[in-house]
């Protein structure tokens, strides 16, 4: 365990492992302290909280606790009809909603049987890419914010923000855009958005340039996350990690190229990867994978048909049945494969949904594995680093 | 070198220094974009309170609320959606659905107010800043539903024209199911039909494939539902929600598909009628027309012995003789008539009252008296050459030609009538026509502009389908008679029907004249009643407006309280408020018969 992080204190301080390969803590003892690391704390993304045993600065032992952000739209989406439930969805996820939003659709349309029109294949596409950039953007800053550097966070959430008014201009929200409704999308691009978007992107490409330098270039930066939080090959597809989590430890996990969903076949790139699988690895990742994201867009916003029909036809919203049966659906989100498996028994409410988050895996049982023997002070890198997001857990 | 350069690259953010800061803009001094979802707005006058706002709120922030100034009226709730700004999610559902396309929303996001009761508004009522914002949220070009309404099948004109075969061939199940799924469920249908017929629930068990249960929600408050579902006036239709962006849905033929569906040997089973208690109290009903029959229906199904007695061979009064059997085929009015009488509801046919027997007798041998005797009288435009033998009652001649009896068909016809009636004998005069003469020559004329003629849309196109001329505006003035013959009626321009108060007062141009050749001319402007079994003694008695018509409580009832009255001569003339009328009756008879208890 020792060579996940570089920890050289003194061995002899730690506890014995029991016989059920549990450590012996003993509380009474004065060696060891009891913190509970949130669920109110800047370093933890979303709320939850991290009940941990610390000898000195080092993590003994950790529980994870979730629970703090239940609102139950799983259960409460099966007392409302299909298209009642097109406004809930996006606010399983705060800075991705359109993953949300999509999968859900995607998953009535499969079970309806309805192929969506050209138009909104490509404004689906150029939508869920708009999403990864800004959310990858906010990450960013909470990643070099956790290890101190407020300076990206400021820079980043200035150029997620310009991406929300692009999001503002074509789907009339901001954060909650409510665009990818069953059977297509709800409006097409405005006039001048390429423009400004064009406008948008380049100076996100000339600020990521400044990110690189004053971030992954830092030795400061470098010298609390290379080497750091190590992610196994070997426990890739044990705990079920996807996303820029597998692909910095060289498992090129991408739904987008592994099951190629709206048009993304069409389009020209490859699942960004690395080898070494530390928190280095990891940031590095995302931000290529940022960089993909706005090369993605501008080969959308060349190639996609300028207008269309953008919602095929569907049954009355207010009574549709969806035929019975079950289907998964998924798609490649900032922090791995994002799903939804939707069971309908034939009527206007949906039977059981559920919302398959990629945080559920990573926050809960990968971080209780990997935060042991860590720094108390690197916690939070090493949780934003693994880029979870808790209201997913708790849908 | 690399960990030099990693300590030296971090200072490059010092450009930044001269550069401005990177900050977002204040909310309170940047607008929302041309399509944002922000404080919404109704335009008050055009919305119609469907509520199907409300309806597809997840939040339930949407409330349908009374407004000062806007009242209930046929198509009109007179409610308008408030809307509560602690539960809105701005998901602009409400504004996608609309049926009105009345409610949209600004671009305006800031609203500042330090009482929370406030955020809880009635757009377009409550005077708002951003009531006039050009910009936000509008409906999209998409639908949630589909606002075009399935096809008929109808018989081709030429299939038609000389033959009197049902033109509508009515609804397979998979385009009832198709039309079923337009409806939103909002129930305007409802409170504007005379019966308050149970609309969206009928259309939701054609939906939900249960036709036994819409046949059962028909019967609550219709018994003619095979005739209502051909030939009724479809006031629903007409304030149809979803006509207004759209066609509206077509009710009549769907109620017409569960009619149709279910067949006649299993109503009994199916409505639970196969054993009804009796009273023993014995009701007389004058008429066997919709009003009539509705009546003795529910009297029956309250345990009543109702008798019917119809002047007519045969019953159903003006919907047999009255509507052409290309509308109404006989058959279909048979079966509705058939189940009413399985309930044990006696008709005595051809017994005139006033002449084989007497109201008189009818109120010492009954507990109760019902009459509906509808409007059988023809009125007449008392236009010079109207006394000429050639000049007949549209009525008349549809009242022959159900009885099997020959009529005078003349090669050149003119109609004088802008309404249904009219359009019935235009369009059986063309059948008639064809059949002797080989082609059609008759000309439809009204008061009316065409925009204002009381017939039907379906019907005047149908009758230029079928080769009659439609010719509306005009007012006739004389019919020409040569040689004791009709050479045609002579008219002249008709510039308004109605003055500013909405009476009856036209208005002609008599410089601007025309001449349509006929034969024959025929008059449909309005029928009268025939009240002549009311006896004087029962007269004196009677209240009775001024203009001959018998003055009745909300429950039909006159002011002699053992007689009530209904169909055409109260109310209508149609024959879903006949239906209307009937049901009520009968609910007062029974209020009438237990309070003598």
Known sequence: ?395 | MGKINDILSPFTAWKHLVNEPLTVKKPLEREGADRYRGFHKNEIDKCIGCGTCEDICQNAAIDLVPVEGIETKDGDSGLRPKIDYGRCCWCALCVDICTTNSLSMSNEFKWIDEDADNFLFIPGADDKPWNNSEKGWKKPDYNLYDPNRVDMQELHPEDRDKSFIEIVQGYSKEQALKEADRCVECGICTATCPAHMGIPEYIRAIRNDDLEEGLRILYDTNPLPEICGRICTHKCETVCSVGHTGDPLSIRWLKRYIADQNPSERFKEILGTDTIEQNGKKIAIIGSGPSGLSAAHYLALMGYSCTIFEKLPLAGGMMRYGIPEYRLPYDQIDKDINYILSLGVEIKYNVTIGKDNTLDQLHKDFDAVFTGTGLHLGRSTRIPGTEHKDVHFATDLLREISLGNEIPVAEKVVVIGGGNVAMDITRSMARLQNQKFGKVNVIATSLESEDIMPADREEIVEAREENAQIIPGWGPQSIEIKNDKITGLHVIKCLSVFDEEGRFNPKFDENIKDFFEAEMVIESIGQGMDLSYLTDEIKENLKMDNRGRIIVDNNFQSSLEWLFVGGDIIQGPDVIHGIANGHKAAIGIDNYINSKK
């Not at chain 1, 009809?81 to 406004?87: D, G, V």
């Open chain 1, 1 to 395: 365990m020792s060579k996940l992080f570089n920890i050289k204190e003194d061995r002899s301080l730690f506890p014995e492992k029991n016989e059920q390969g549990k450590i012996d803590i003993d509380l009474s003892s004065h060696k060891y302290l009891k913190l509970w690391h949130g669920p109110q704390h800047p370093g933890i993304t979303g709320n939850m909280s991290l009940e941990i045993t610390l000898l000195g600065d080092e993590v003994m032992d950790c529980e994870t606790h979730v629970g703090y952000l239940h609102r139950g739209f799983e259960k409460l989406m099966e007392r409302r009809k299909y298209i009642q439930c097109f406004p809930i969805v996006c606010r399983v996820a705060v800075p991705e909603p359109d993953f949300n939003e999509y999968c859900f659709a995607s998953a009535m349309e499969e079970l309806a049987g309805i192929e969506i029109p050209e138009s909104a294949k490509w404004l689906r596409t150029l939508v869920l890419e708009m999403a990864r950039l800004a959310s990858y953007l906010m990450w960013i800053g909470g990643q070099a914010g956790a290890f101190g550097q407020g300076i990206i966070g400021q820079w980043t959430n200035y150029l997620r923000d310009s991406m929300l008014d692009r999001f503002e201009e074509l789907t009339g929200g901001r954060v909650y855009h409510m665009y990818i409704i069953p059977g297509g999308v709800r409006g097409l691009l405005p006039s001048g958005f390429k423009q400004r978007m064009e406008e948008n992107l380049k100076f996100i490409e000339q600020m990521m340039k400044d990110v690189e330098r004053v971030m992954f270039n830092n030795a400061v930066f470098k010298k609390r996350s290379v080497d750091m939080g190590i992610i196994e090959k070997d426990w890739i597809y044990k705990f079920g990690i996807t996303g820029p989590n597998a692909r910095a430890a060289g498992v090129p996990l991408d739904v987008r190229k592994d099951n190629p969903y709206l048009v993304y076949p069409q389009l020209d790139f490859e699942a960004v990867t690395a080898t070494h699988s530390d928190i280095y690895n990891r940031a590095d990742v995302r931000r290529r994978d940022l960089l993909m994201s706005v090369d993605l867009i501008r080969q959308i916003m060349a190639k996609m048909p300028q207008k269309g029909e953008i919602r095929a036809e569907t049954p009355n919203v207010l009574h549709w049945k969806v035929p019975a049966g079950e289907t998964y659906s998924k798609a490649e989100c900032t922090r791995g494969e994002y799903g939804y498996y939707m069971v309908s028994d034939g009527s206007e409410y949906p039977r059981r949904i559920n919302v398959r988050g990629p945080s559920y895996t990573h926050a809960v049982s990968l971080l209780e594995k990997m935060i042991i023997n860590c720094n108390l002070a690197d916690i939070a890198g090493l949780m934003v680093s693994l880029h979870t997001y808790p209201p997913e857990i708790e849908r």
